[in-house]
């Protein structure tokens, strides 16, 4: 139990960080500094739809179960026997008959040529799947495992994944847009105080999460655009590293950028913005040479 308490820690520190930045704009910048009462509602409104964004999709990353590989990909307690018995030579001939007994359809493959298959979690590794180190089993397209949600982003919550980077960039830019003049206000008068003593923290606070907040929208920002580039690519960051190898040459998961974006987001509009499982379950290479007319 102890040894694991560090894979909390980046969770706990994101939510602590966006739960003291809500706090900080509701009572210290809408409550005392915007003079204005209708003004000072509408920022607050503005921030829940934000907010609650954001702490929905992030959650939902979170708690998301990691989607696992099928049972059908996992070997028998005989196939494994047999498995290890035969060498090295037999052992790819051997998943081969077990993939055309079971109809599995393979598109990718080892370098080599052979099967993909997982020694740790004794079973066939379908298209795009990896093993995890960390969450110690394989993980249906696998994008990376992410320490800020201790969960792996792969299949189940990838959309969700996007959707939380979008939504805590838009919570830092209103962040950043509203109250940026009053921090160009402090840093020209430093000595004036706006906030009274009773809140329990000076204007400095405000400037500390400004200045957190504009970091973290930019790093997030990047983040996000990297993603927004992988969607459309219909491409993992772990493909992204490392090249699929595919058992039919000039093959790829790219079927056009529409294509691309409803098989993480769906083709209902209506749930684009919403952290909701809506994916296409679409695993095909096709050729290149089919995509020319």
Known sequence: ?????????????????????????????????????????????FLNILFIMFLWSFLSTV?????????????????????????????????????????LVLHMCTAQGSIRYC??????????????SV???????????????????????????????FYCNMYCIYFTSTTLEYFISYLNAPDKRYLPVVVGFGDILIVIIFVMAAFLGLMGGVFFLFHCGLVFRNETTLEKLQESIFVQQNSSYNLGCFKNFTEVFGKDWRLWLFPVFSAEVIYIAISEKNLTP
């Open 63 to 103: 708690a998301t179960p990691v989607a696992r590989v099928p049972l059908e990909y996992q070997l028998t307690l005989e196939e494994l026997e047999n498995y290890h018995r035969v060498d090295n030579q037999n052992k790819d001939l051997l998943l081969k008959t077990i993939k055309s007994k079971r109809n």
């Open 119 to 132: 020694t740790l979690c004794s079973q066939i590794k379908p298209d795009r799947a990896h093993h995890c």
């Open 135 to 165: 969450c110690g089993f394989c993980v249906l397209k696998m994008d990376h495992h992410c320490g800020w949600v201790n969960n792996c982003v792969g299949f189940s919550n990838y959309k969700s994944f996007i959707l939380m980077l």
């Open 1 to 45: 139990m102890t040894s694991k308490c560090h894979l909390y820690f980046p969770p706990s520190v994101a939510i602590l960080i966006i739960i003291s930045s809500y706090y900080v704009y509701v009572i210290g910048f809408c409550v005392y500094v915007i003079q204005d009462l209708l003004a000072s509602c509408l920022y607050i409104v």
